[in-house]
């Protein structure tokens, strides 16, 4: 049922993932990797003369993404998929033009593959897969951020990778029952909307019967343009019953646990 995210109140939305184009950035420096470190670190030779400053052969790490580290569950399976989108493919290495080197003198950089779909953002992909976290450490600057918050929603929502502990579905009554067990995880939280109010983030879907005061904002602000398409309006959602996905923060006793939605995805409307 993704495809009625908020029901009656947005239009149906497609699920695929924007992580296509019809041909790399302007500037992309065509190259081919010889080593693959980790999920988001390879040694590349470039097939052209790369910019001053940049050598013919250089360790790159990509952008936006953190996979996790050698010996940490799903390093390997991001280190295989980084492979498999990229073995004996020319790649395009898009320079992060903000920083050129990080304190290991890695270039920083966006990498993009062509597959049978048209020409990929590896990191988004890599993202979409649930084998990588989003670090991003100025928004502003980083212009694929909010693909690779649409990525990571997508992902979380089909509970892939690490976003895969909790697979089922909680209703509000086995989340508030054991609470600390899901903070900071991806769950699933299946509640009656009691009201919605405007808040600084954006609406708040606020959870009938709660005792924690458990509720998800709706983030209409970081990426506006995930929401485009969508005919919103909150209060017609008193009175459902929702699927809310994401993590769940609780930074504050007095705050209230929550779940922050960042796309249209995250939210179902129960039957």
């Excluded at 084998?131 to 693909?147: D, H, S």
């Excluded at 502990?165 to 299946?190: C, G, H, K, S």
């Excluded at 017609?236 to 993590?247: C, M, N, P």
Aim: negative net charge; proline residues 7%.
């Amino acid at each position: 049922m993704r495809g009625m995210q908020l029901c009656v109140v947005v239009l149906v939305l497609s699920v695929g993932l924007g992580c296509v184009a019809a041909q790399p950035p302007e500037g992309a420096i065509p190259a081919r990797i010889l080593r693959w470190y980790d999920g988001d670190t390879v040694q590349v030779r470039f097939t052209e003369d790369p910019p001053a400053g940049v050598w013919s052969s250089e360790a790159v790490r990509l952008l936006g993404i953190d996979t996790p580290e050698v010996g940490e569950p799903f390093a390997d399976d991001a280190t295989r998929y980084l492979r498999s989108l990229t073995m004996g493919k020319t790649v395009y290495v898009e320079l992060n033009p903000f920083e050129l080197r990080d304190r290991h003198r890695r270039l920083l950089a966006h990498l993009w593959v062509e597959t049978d779909d048209g020409w990929t953002l590896i990191s988004e992909a890599i993202v979409r897969a649930g084998l990588a976290r989003i670090l991003v450490f100025y928004p502003e600057q980083e212009r694929y951020y909010c693909r690779l918050l649409r990525a990571r929603a997508l992902a979380q929502v089909d509970k892939l990778g690490l976003w895969g502990a909790f697979p089922d579905p909680l209703n509000l009554e086995e989340m508030e029952a054991r609470p600390v067990t899901y903070v900071t995880e991806v769950v699933t939280v299946v509640f009656a909307v009691a009201s919605a109010a405007p808040g600084p983030a954006g609406p708040s879907l606020r959870a009938a019967g709660s005792q924690y005061g458990f509720r998800a904002i709706l983030d209409l602000g970081t990426c506006p343009g995930a929401w485009t398409e969508v005919e919103l309006a909150p209060e017609a959602l008193v009175g459902q019953t929702v699927a809310v996905t994401g993590e769940l923060l609780w930074d504050s006793f007095g705050g209230g646990p929550r779940i922050v939605v960042q796309s249209p995805e995250q939210v179902e409307v129960r039957e």
